[in-house]
């Protein structure tokens, strides 16, 4: 007796089908499964087998072979439970099937025969709208995000029982969930609890994040301890605009395989801020493990990637980050495949200017050596330094700034000017799969940007000036044109192009050219 | 001497456990059925089932109850015998099932038989 069914998987980022065929004949009794299954599938036997006799239907005493197929592809997580054991009912004549041929069923079980959320529902959701399956069969922790998916009918059922009743009775429309509704849920976004305006003084630094926050670019804070970089790092998510909606999907995405998607919400509705810790695992930054997960960088997609006390990160940790900074993408190679991973970021990053934290301090003396300030800076290479568009200086505060009763700009008015250079990039951009100013590649500033005379005079005494190089080049344009979209102009004029050099400008970098 | 009694008390066992089993209506195909890596103290057929059993004596539960001892690498052992009978004789196709039937038999007093049903498989 032969019966198949369908389960999902994933791929990297990518949702993948399976079927699954149960055959069931005489000879030695046994379960066996084949068709590379990890170590969790194959351990589904025993739960598959507590939860079938547990909602009151019998494992056959027979030989029973479930293939998982394609045969040569790994089948990893725990979702194939609620398959097999449909499969092993159907197959042994338990269950009268109408039609599994247009169902993917995904879901783990418990020994009680409840069903288990798993991760990566909404990939498994995207491919089966794109291979045309009707119906998705899964646990109800994971009908919000499957239900991001339109024209897929989801069918979220609690335990076994649940889901071969449902199949039974050839899926009556009750059973399926109430879609919600995607727009309104990104556009609830910009609730936030810090705000801009509890930041007294700081006016240049702010001014660069705002730029930073227009256009996506890379910032490096350097300043004195306790001078307020983490404050204001914290605070860019307050002044990012809204994900558009092909955002909100990737980054739900990627939570979903990651297993970070909240309950509650079916899609992911603010912009990330991944802040690791130093002590991050090159690996963990990146992506990786046997079978690859996704790691910060891609965690921060579409958001941002906040590195605190950057010197102290080890610096294998660091230059895994030029890749991902410069091509929005970080590739994972494995054996048997190659994972490819989302992770356009801002990368955002705050250090001291010296071990001692005071060098450049108003009121306190720097204790260290020249050459201790060298050594420190050395661990910060060149080619991550050279793609950070601004440099800041957050110099410490004084007391009437502090004390100062006036209220700070609140993000909420920020946000507003960022909100409409991104319409303009919107508009600039449309199309082109590029959000922003900073995902401009060389062909597409040549095409876009349009430079005054005058910018331009300036754009080459600094490029001499500076010893910049092709990068920075770039770079320094894309700034510029961001800068002109926060005024709402097309074209750079020479105070956009001289802003966007000055910002680049930095002791850090002044360092580095010694 | 010791030795002699264990052998003993298991003959006894299978013995009581075949009674046990035609009173159940199974029909006993052979005992004791030997290969080199194996034996199979019963084999019986129930209905369209032929029945590979083990039958394990205890005379108390001092040293663990009788299924207990029927391990993994018990029930490899006898999985492998099975193999090779169900080869002999033409029989892959045939259904099959593994029970353990337990014997306690205490030195006075009536023996209990608990007969576990498709103990385990392949």
């Known amino acids: 007796m032969f019966a198949k069914t369908f389960g999902a998987g994933i791929l990297g980022l990518n949702g993948v089908l399976f079927s699954i065929e149960v055959d069931i004949s005489n000879g030695i009794p046994g379960m066996e499964i084949v068709g590379l299954p990890d170590a969790a599938v194959r351990e589904s036997k025993e739960r598959v087998r507590a939860a079938i006799r547990n909602s009151g239907y019998e494992v056959p005493c027979r030989r029973i072979t479930v293939n998982l197929a394609p045969a040569d592809q790994k089948k990893d997580g725990s979702g194939l439970d609620l398959p097999i054991a449909i499969g092993i009912l159907a197959a042994s004549g338990q269950l009268a099937v109408q039609a599994l041929d247009e169902v993917v069923l995904v879901g783990e079980l418990s020994l009680d025969a409840k069903l288990r959320g798993i991760n990566g529902v909404l990939p498994m959701a995207i491919i089966c709208r794109q291979t045309g399956i009707k119906r998705l069969v899964l646990p109800v922790e994971n009908a919000a995000e499957a239900q991001v998916v339109d024209t897929l009918k989801v069918v979220a059922v609690d335990s076994l029982q649940a889901a071969i009743k449902a199949i039974a009775s050839d899926f009556p429309d009750l059973t399926e969930s109430p879609r919600c509704n995607v727009p ?23 001014r660069a994040l705002e730029i930073a926050a227009a256009g996506g670019h890379n910032v490096l804070m350097t300043g004195s301890p306790g001078a307020g970089k983490t404050m204001l790092a914290r605070r860019i998510a307050s002044i990012l605009p809204p994900m558009t909606q092909d955002e909100a999907l990737e980054v739900s995405k990627i939570y979903s395989v990651a297993g970070l998607l909240g309950q509650v919400a079916g899609l992911v509705e603010q912009r990330p801020f991944r802040s690791p810790h130093h002590t991050v695992s090159a690996a963990a930054m990146a992506g990786g493990g046997r079978i690859p997960r996704p790691g910060e960088v891609t965690l921060a997609h579409n958001g941002v990637l906040f590195l605190d006390e950057l010197t102290e990160f080890p610096r294998q940790v660091l230059e895994v980050l030029r890749q991902p900074v410069e091509d929005g993408q970080v590739t994972v190679a494995r054996v048997n495949s190659t994972y490819t991973y989302p992770s356009r970021f801002m990368l955002i990053l705050a250090m001291n200017p ?146 966007a050099v000055q910002v680049r400008l930095t002791v850090a970098d002044s360092a580095h050219n010694n | 001497m010791k030795k002699m009694n ?28 030997r290969v080199r890596s194996g034996e199979i103290d019963i084999i019986a057929q129930d209905d369209d089932t032929l029945v590979f059993c083990e039958v394990k004596t205890r005379s108390s539960i001092r040293c663990g109850t009788g299924a207990e001892a029927v391990d993994r690498r018990k029930q490899r052992k006898i999985v492998q015998a099975a193999i090779l009978y169900l080869q002999r004789y033409h029989l892959m196709n ?29």
């Open chain 1, 354 to 499: 010296c071990p001692c934290g005071y060098f450049g301090d108003s009121l306190r003396e720097c204790c260290c050596s020249q050459a201790e300030i060298k050594r420190y800076l050395r661990r910060i290479s060149g080619p991550l330094m050279d793609r950070i568009d601004l440099h800041i200086n957050v110099p410490r505060l004084r007391y009437e700034e502090m004390a100062t009763e006036q209220q700070a700009e609140p993000s909420k008015t920020i946000a507003a000017r960022v909100a409409a250079a991104r319409a303009l990039q919107a508009d600039r951009f449309a199309g082109m799969g590029v959000f922003c100013n900073a995902q401009m590649n060389h062909r597409q500033i040549k095409d876009q940007c349009q430079i005054s005379k005058d910018a331009q005079e300036l754009l080459r005494q600094a490029f001499e000036k500076m010893k910049l190089n092709a990068r920075s080049y770039d770079r320094i344009i894309k700034v510029a044109q961001t800068i002109a979209d926060l005024v709402g102009q097309n074209k750079i004029a020479y105070e956009h192009m001289a802003e």
């Open chain 1, 184 to 206: 309104r849920l990104i556009k609830q976004s910009l609730q936030q609890n810090d705000d801009f305006c509890d930041v007294q003084g700081q006016l240049a630094a702010k």
């Open chain 2, 94 to 122: 045939q259904r099959c099932r593994f029970d353990v039937i337990e014997i306690l038999q205490p030195a006075q007093g009536q023996p209990q038989i608990q007969h576990i049903s498709n103990a385990f498989g392949g």
């Open chain 2, 6 to 33: 264990c052998v003993e008390k298991g003959h006894r066992g299978e013995d009581l456990a075949v009674d046990f089993l035609l009173a159940k209506g199974y029909r006993i195909v052979t005992r004791n059925w």
